[in-house]
């Protein structure tokens, strides 16, 4: 018996994982618990799980609180109990959002369930009031309190002995206590934290003290026993059919399919047929046709509104999701095996990853929520844990450190100053709150459309996005039988799709990016890729990828999807990256380890690319069917949260090597090589649908360079900041012009090869102004004089400023500080005019002004300062010297091994640890031509030499090059001196 268990999912509060609940539980003789988080169910099946697997009898329930105040412990009779209490939480969680409340308040009385049972803490609710399903808990400390009262009381009592934490673990719970509420731990109040003696307590200890009341200990058995908490966890969870029974769903399915048929393959496709077959085959006898056909229907939805999206990850294996439209990756041109995605032994469900833009993916979750059943769709929950810098941040508050001297434990761990009794204090608790749960959070993609109500499972979360959100996340989801939906969002599909409208309004061309494959054998796409000129394109802009890209030379599909794998961390650590680089410019010096490599992966050099690629070699090398071999990737790839029950496929691939008279050796350092690698790469398929969207950029590109950038500023960029994709249309030919009010809108726009910013641009610029000030002009027509813009748009005093000072009013042709006494006279506070609309121009004469002097660097500066980089100019025109260097960046190649020097303008740094745990970085800068040069900073030379941010670096180094892609190994390098603002001398 024990009726109240909080895990460490009673959110800052608990210390105990399931795990050591189970423990606990067996090391004190219980076999019968309760798991009663505060609040949430997060962990209650997860526990269920557990305690079956330990032969425990585990029952569900939930506490409910009001901040500190404990008001009753819900405990479900049965499985239809546990919904009830997950809809009496989830409606309370949806209350506070619809009323826009920060907490959920709960009543003070439990209402009625006719499938739980509520017991409430001693003295909370008069016996009298009970219901028949409510009870009053005694704690073993209030059990003198009740030594008197009439036997009809006890009647009524059961035993209360919560467990919170360990019994060394007080302490802790007080710390996370006072991380809650955001106070230091001598601020805490005893209504805050849980009593200390709420740890297990032996059973026979605990029955000993409840030896006088022998009522309750019979109570709380009758309670306990007439509970039961069953699950069925093999059982698929999703939304059953999506006609309304199998037989339709197979049939439309079909249908469907056929019709995709047609268009991706001929009639005549004998291979892409059989493969069809065999894929519907499986679909239907693991019933997943209704799946496949939800997904089909958020995709044609989509292109219904014509978004654009990708499908990718696993789900692009499968051709008759290639058929359905769902993924434009052909898997049998690629020779990608169903088995990846779905197989007969898979034993967690599988799901498709759609990429909408970052603007649309809002209307999709709108239409899945509004098409598919209320209570029975939701987002896929997460939790955030204390991680690194945030637990030392946190505890460093609770005690009271100031700002410094938390930064300080943060960045120099080892300082001497650091070693006192409080960090001391700090860090003996740092590895216990290591990845220790925090908050509940949502999924990055998931959606959950379930059979039943989703309260069958937990309870429902209602964050700021207001959609119901899961109390658990993907591993439990998946270990309970659903199969998500990922729905996700990304800027490089915005880029894509406003390139073609800003590229129909600018040229009156339309164009289309579907069937990509057309892209592919383009020469002029190709000498784009070659030359790594890629900024902008969703994927292949890094400056990591752009050196690969350089490297390989590479200029066609094949590589392009094999860079997307290799870039990855298991590939490049492994020094499998530089190998394949090598092999890929000389096959002829490949050394297969085994024939079987050269037979399964000869494409890729006998280097395992893919996580793919573990499934052949373990197929074809050891032996293991494709379902076998795909669990075996999953093992590897840490996918199961428990490896135990996997050990057989081991054992069957080692049995099969030595059966074959393959040397031990070479088996063994061949699973090393597939367990090092299978954690960090792509699925091929993965990559070949990241490298379709590379090349749908590139045409873009390519064909359209100033419409293309145009459409990356409008989508708020990629990797880089503004000013790289300024430039990018710079060189493409562009002429770059501040915001205007005559000629700009919200965002950026193009007339011709006139690039004109937007008031979005403007750092401080109100968003409300931003749009008024087009909106009038296309009602009333272009604005004629200062005042006259005043007039129509009621701009403040405050954005009149900036949008002079951004030079955006120079259509009046007067000066801006001439303007700006203007703005000062038309709005001055002194002036009753500010305090309303001016209804009428201005009859009264302009006073004289003497000649104003200003500079150009005056200008330099307002753009700086308002948009965040110089746009009329760069940041050379600011340099004190006129020095740019030995070298510019389209030359380096011819100084290879020579030391130089370099100005460069930063533009982004990359930080990375040697095997030496040492700090190094790389950077990227542009020239004065405004093209990419990159720079390696080792250990020695950045210690001496940091780079310290944004700013003119005079660079010297040796000139490197490493598969014909240069670099600069930086001997020495700081920032230049830059000119003044004239306004500050």
């Known amino acids: 018996m024990m009726l109240n268990l909080h895990s460490y999912y009673s959110l800052r509060f608990g210390t105990l ?102 017991v409430y803490p001693y003295r909370s609710k008069s016996i009298s009031a009970l219901r028949e399903n409510e009870f009053i808990g005694i704690r073993p400390s209030e059990l003198n309190l009740i030594r008197l009262e009439p036997a009809s009381n006890l009647e009524r009592y059961v035993i209360l002995a919560p467990v919170t934490f360990q019994p060394g673990d007080y302490k802790f719970h007080c710390q996370l206590r006072a991380i809650n509420h955001n106070l230091l731990f001598s601020q805490l109040e005893p209504r805050m934290v849980a009593a200390k003696n709420e740890v297990f307590i032996p059973k026979v200890k605990l029955l000993e003290l409840y030896r006088d009341f022998p009522t309750l200990i019979r109570n709380t058995n009758k309670l306990l026993g007439s509970c039961s908490f069953d699950f069925d966890f093999k059982t698929i969870k999703n939304k059953q059919t999506f006609t309304g029974n199998r037989t339709n769903d197979r049939q439309l399915l079909h249908k469907y399919t056929l019709d995709g048929f047609m268009r991706r393959y001929s009639r005549a ?82 799901d498709f990853d759609i990429d909408f833009s970052w603007n649309e993916r809002d209307d999709i979750y709108d239409y899945i929520f509004n098409r598919y059943q209320t209570g029975n769709t939701a987002l896929m929950g997460a939790m955030s844990t204390f991680r690194n810098r945030s637990i030392l941040r946190e505890l460093g508050k609770v005690y009271g450190l100031p700002k410094a001297e938390i930064d300080r434990l943060v960045h120099e761990p080892e300082h001497m100053l650091n070693r006192n009794e409080v960090t001391n204090t700090i860090l003996s608790v740092y590895n216990r709150m290591a990845d220790f749960p925090n908050q509940r959070t949502i ?178 090398y050891g032996g293991l069917d494709m379902a076998d071999a795909d669990v075996l990737r999953r093992m590897m790839s840490g996918k199961y949260r428990s490896k135990d029950h996997l050990i057989e496929i081991e054992d069957k691939f080692f049995s099969h090597c030595k059966k074959m008279g393959y040397p031990e050796t070479t088996s063994r350092e061949i699973w090393r090589q597939m367990e090092s690698f299978a954690g960090y790469s792509f699925n091929k398929a993965h990559s070949a649908s990241f490298a379709v969207e590379s090349y749908q950029s590139l045409f873009l590109k390519t064909y359209y360079p100033q419409e293309f950038m145009v459409a990356v500023l409008n989508n708020y960029g990629g990797f880089y900041n ?212 990159d720079t390696v900073h080792f250990p020695p030379s950045l210690a001496a030499y940091p780079l310290r941010g944004a700013g003119l670096y005079l660079i010297e180094g040796r000139v490197v090059v490493e598969f014909g892609c240069p670099a600069i190994d930086v001997i020495r390098c700081a920032k230049m001196p830059i000119k003044p603002d004239p306004r500050s001398i």
Request: net charge negative; glycine share 8%; with cysteine.
């Open 722 to 933: 503004p000013k790289v994709y300024v430039n990018e249309a710079k060189r493409a030919g562009a002429t770059i012009n501040l915001p205007c009010v005559n000629k700009s809108v919200y965002n950026t726009t193009i007339y011709g090869s006139d690039i004109f910013l937007g008031f979005d641009a403007l750092q401080n610029m109100n968003a409300e102004i931003a749009y008024r000030i087009p909106e009038e002009r296309k009602a009333n027509g272009e604005y004629k004089s200062l005042e006259n813009f005043v007039l129509r748009t009621g701009v403040t005093l405050e954005h009149l400023i900036i949008l002079i000072r951004v030079g955006a009013l120079r259509f009046i042709g007067q000066g801006k500080k001439e303007l700006l006494w203007e703005a000062h006279m038309l709005l001055s506070k002194d002036k009753k005019a500010d305090t309303g609309p001016i209804l009428f121009e201005s009859t009264n004469r302009k006073p004289v002004l003497p000649k104003l002097v200003t500079s150009v660097l005056e200008d330099y500066y307002d753009e700086i300062e308002l948009i965040g980089f110089i746009v009329s100019g760069s940041m050379f025109d600011l340099a004190k010297s006129d020095y740019r260097g030995d070298a510019k960046a389209a030359d380096l190649i011819n100084h290879v091994g020579k030391t130089i020097r370099m100005v460069g303008d930063f533009v982004v740094e990359k930080y990375v640890r040697t095997k030496n745990d040492k700090l190094m970085k790389f950077g990227t800068f542009l020239d004065v031509n405004g093209e990419f040069f």
């Open 269 to 350: 496709d004998k291979v892409a047929a059989d493969r069809i077959k065999r894929e519907l085959e499986i679909i239907e006898n693991l019933n997943f046709s209704s799946y496949f056909l939800i997904t089909d229907d958020i995709c044609r939805y989509a292109r219904g509104k014509d978004y654009h999206y990708v499908g990718r990850g696993s789900g692009a294996n499968s051709a008759v999701a290639y058929c359905l439209g769902i993924t434009d990756v052909d898997p049998i041109e690629l020779n990608l095996p169903f088995e990846r995605f779905l197989n007969p032994k898979r034993q967690s469900p599988p």
């Open 17 to 118: 994982s399931l795990e050591n609940l189970i423990e606990g539980m067996l090391a004190n003789g219980y076999d019968t618990a309760v798991l009663t988080d505060i609040n949430n169910s997060t962990g209650s099946l997860d526990f269920l799980c557990l305690g079956m697997k330990s032969g425990l009898n585990i029952l569900a329930g939930m506490e409910f609180r009001n901040e500190d105040q404990l008001l009753y412990i819900g405990i479900a009779k049965n499985n239809e109990g546990f919904r009830q209490l997950n809809e009496f939480m989830t409606a309370a969680n949806r209350e506070r959002a619809e009323a826009g409340r920060d907490k959920t308040i709960l009543t003070i009385e439990a209402p009625y369930m006719d499938q739980v049972y509520f």
């Open 443 to 620: 999924h990055a993609s998931g959606v959950l459309i379930s059979e039943l109500p989703l309260t069958s499972y937990c309870a429902l979360d209602y964050p700021p996005k207001g959609l119901p959100t899961m109390q658990f996340d993907m591993y439990t989801a998946e270990a309970i039988g659903f199969e998500k939906f990922d729905i996700l969002s990304q800027r490089g599909i915005g880029h894509i799709k406003d390139c073609r409208e800003i590229v129909k309004q600018n040229r009156g061309i339309t164009i289309d990016t579907s069937n990509p494959k057309r892209f592919f054998k383009d020469p002029k796409i190709a000498d784009q890729l070659r030359s790594s000129n890629t900024i902008g394109c969703f994927y292949i802009e890094s400056p990591a990828m752009r050196q690969l890209i350089m490297k390989l030379r590479c200029d066609d599909y094949l590589t392009l999807v094999a860079a997307s794998s290799i870039i990855r961390p298991g590939v490049a650590s492994s020094g499998m990256m530089a190998e394949f680089i090598k092999r890929h410019h000389d096959p002829s010096k490949v050394v297969y380890p085994h024939p079987v490599f050269k037979e399964q992966l000869e494409e890729t050099y006998g280097v395992m690319v893919y996580q793919e690629d573990v499934m052949k070699i373990g197929n074809a």
